[in-house]
């Protein structure tokens, strides 16, 4: 059966990219997710033991239906003229910028906060963990301490300004064509630094993601090549990109102490929240449903900050942990992650796994055909910060799931730092 939903899938991309002929529309990127998950649930076909729940594809091509007619529900009260997003673009400058290259922004603003970060981290660690390393004992210490709000501010500070200082490289590349300034690489070496020491891998493949996203964002516009050669491109290079932020997520997880081997940490960070969704739906169908109370709990909770209570006590996701199990060849399954639809049907069930994809295939189909719109470096960059949650989707819930303070900390440094470094200019699209 999962071999099945796994070439369905891939025709489904294959008719669907020969249309739109992009890589980051949100239908693109949803199936693409599913695909990579789905392959790693078929290559540990034998360590995991893999055994199909008869409901499982039900609740998957239900949940890429409804974000389909979500998609195309943006589409219908969008401007019809930038739906294909395939279609070439030209840059085209419009109004200056207010700093230019500021060494302020770009290099002591970033340099002061990483140290200062770096700093508090080491303190965190030396007071509140254990580990038989520094980063060992950050990381256990964060836990203790994750309402640590000025450590909080300086990452996401940090974070901005390296988002910015990407979207700056590019306009240099793209639209301005000349040298790029070498000061402009300090904010990443500033983020990989915070990254590091923050011991949060989710941070460095948010901002691959990101930085990914606003590069092929200026290949569909640059209008260098045929559509069909940009692509290729892309993909060449996307999957060269890729397997290096691999290869760097397991290092720092290393950084951590962690033991999985390459292999066990790819499976079971990309395809066992997928498969864990299969696995706990026989438990779910007799669990009484929580009504909003697993989507949402981030949300009470920071509600419950203000004094604003919704309920009493929240959801004990059915009943949900950690799946341990050892298969006959030794293998030992051990994980704790669950693809974006076990809240859902966890609150509504199969109602709930209708809705809430319709809800993001709308969402994130109307921002990006706004950001084709409206062809401004912001509208880009709000769409790379938040298109994660797609990428995610298949591993774990990415977006109901932050909202809370730090989603606006996070979108308001960006759109402070944006406005500091580009005012008013706006890299305009002429599709067609």
């Known amino acids: 059966m999962i071999y099945v939903i796994l070439v369905v899938f891939i025709l489904a991309f294959a008719c669907y990219f020969s249309i739109t002929r992009s890589f980051i529309s949100p239908f693109s990127l949803l199936l693409i997710a599913f695909i990579m998950s789905l392959s790693i649930i078929v290559s540990n076909m034998e360590n995991w033991q893999v055994e199909?729940?008869?409901?499982?594809?039900?609740?998957?091509?239900?949940?890429?239906?409804?974000f389909a007619i979500g998609c195309m529900m943006a589409n219908v009260i969008s401007d019809r003229s930038v739906i294909h997003s395939g279609s070439r673009g030209v840059l085209k400058t419009n109004g200056g910028e207010r700093l230019g290259y500021s060494k302020f922004i770009f290099f002591l603003a970033p340099a002061v906060c990483t140290v200062l970060f770096v700093f508090m981290s080491i303190d965190l660690g030396h007071s509140g963990g254990s580990g038989n390393t520094i980063f060992r004992s950050i990381y256990e210490a964060s836990y203790e301490n994750s309402s640590n709000f000025l450590l909080h501010q300086l990452r996401e500070i940090v974070v901005?300004?390296?988002?910015?200082?990407?979207?700056?490289?590019?306009?240099?590349?793209?639209?301005?064509?000349?040298?790029?300034?070498?000061?402009?690489?300090?904010?990443?070496i500033c983020f990989a630094v915070c990254t590091l020491f923050s011991t949060d891998r989710n941070i460095f493949l948010r901002f691959i993601i990101f930085a990914l996203c606003i590069w092929i964002f200026f290949k569909m516009s640059s209008g260098e090549r045929s559509v069909q050669s940009t692509n290729r491109q892309i993909l060449k290079r996307t999957v060269l990109i890729l397997v290096i932020a691999v290869g760097l997520f397991y290092l720092l997880g290393k950084t951590k102490s962690y033991t999985s081997n390459l292999e066990r940490t790819i499976g079971i960070y990309g395809g066992s929240g997928?498969?864990?969704?299969?696995?706990?739906?026989?438990?779910?169908?007799?669990?009484?449903?929580?009504?909003?109370?697993?989507?949402?709990?981030?949300?009470?909770?920071?509600?419950?900050?203000?004094?604003?209570?919704?309920?009493?006590?929240?959801?004990?996701?059915?009943?949900?942990?950690?799946?341990?199990?050892?298969?006959?060849?030794?293998?030992?399954?051990?994980?704790?992650?669950?693809?974006?639809?076990?809240?859902?049907?966890i609150d509504f069930g199969l109602i709930g796994n209708i809705i809430f994809p319709l809800v993001l295939g709308f969402f994130f189909r109307k921002i990006y055909?706004?950001?084709?719109?409206?062809?401004?470096?912001?509208?880009?960059?709000?769409?790379?910060?938040?298109?994660?949650?797609?990428?995610?989707?298949?591993?774990?819930?990415?977006?109901?799931?932050?909202?809370?303070?730090g989603l606006v900390y996070e979108i308001g440094w960006f759109s402070i730092i944006y406005f500091l470094v580009f005012g008013g200019k706006k890299v305009k699209v002429k599709i067609g």
Not at 52 to 66: E, G, K, L, W
Not at 176 to 185: A, C, E, H, Q
Not at 374 to 391: E, R
């Open 369 to 405: 055909i706004s950001a084709l719109r409206k062809g401004s470096l912001y509208s880009w960059g709000i769409y790379a910060m938040l298109v994660y949650a797609i990428v995610y989707f298949p591993i774990a819930e990415q977006f109901f799931m932050r909202f809370h303070l």
């Open 160 to 188: 901005a300004i390296a988002e910015i200082s990407i979207m700056k490289i590019f306009v240099y590349k793209y639209e301005n064509k000349i040298r790029i300034p070498k000061g402009l690489l300090i904010p990443s």
């Open 274 to 345: 997928l498969y864990n969704f299969n696995l706990c739906l026989e438990q779910l169908e007799n669990a009484d449903l929580q009504y909003g109370k697993e989507t949402f709990s981030q949300l009470i909770r920071t509600l419950q900050v203000f004094g604003i209570d919704l309920w009493d006590e929240l959801s004990n996701r059915a009943g949900l942990g950690m799946v341990v199990f050892r298969s006959p060849n030794g293998y030992v399954y051990a994980s704790n992650v669950y693809s974006a639809l076990t809240p859902y049907v």
């Open 52 to 66: 199909m729940n008869p409901r499982f594809p039900i609740y998957i091509f239900t949940a890429i239906t409804a």
